[in-house]
């Protein structure tokens, strides 16, 4: 089974900045794309990445949350988007039995990655 210091290893390996939040919870970057906001957190059979990127928009809101469905059935190699309590999030989830080094720098990437690539587009909502 993976403790918690294995998962900071990882991220020591993968070169991913991180600060240990409180027990079993660390926030991490991606520095490739400048995220500085994933939060890890160690739930036991799983570990959740999730990043809050937003407030819902209030106006186009229909055309907003059929973008974020396009985006999840395309775009997303890990994880996906979601809503909860009115904040947009990014989330994946993966299991810690056998968890290993690669699996979480790619979802870390993954992350990153659309988190830099659709933010702005979907940021744009918010100013309609």
């Not at 390996?13 to 160690?42: H, Q, Y």
């Not at 809050?52 to 997303?76: C, D, G, H, S, W």
């Not at 810690?96 to 830099?116: K, M, P, T, Y």
Request: with cysteine; glycine share 4%; hydrophobic share 45%.
């Amino acid at each position: 089974m993976i403790t918690q210091h294995d998962i900071e290893i990882y991220l020591d390996d993968c070169g991913c900045p991180f600060e240990a939040v409180s027990d079993g919870v660390w926030r991490v970057e991606s520095p490739d794309n400048k995220v500085t906001n994933i939060i890890m957190s160690l739930q036991v059979p799983i570990l959740v990445l999730r990043v809050n990127l937003m407030k819902v928009p209030t106006k186009n809101r229909e055309a907003f949350y059929r973008r974020l469905l396009q985006l999840n059935a395309t775009e997303i190699a890990h994880g996906a988007f979601g809503v909860d309590n009115e904040t947009v999030m990014l989330i994946d989830t993966l299991q810690v039995e056998h968890l290993d080094r690669n699996e979480l720098q790619a979802s870390i990437d993954s992350l990153g990655f659309a988190v830099a690539q659709y933010y702005p587009e979907l940021k744009a909502y918010l100013e309609v």
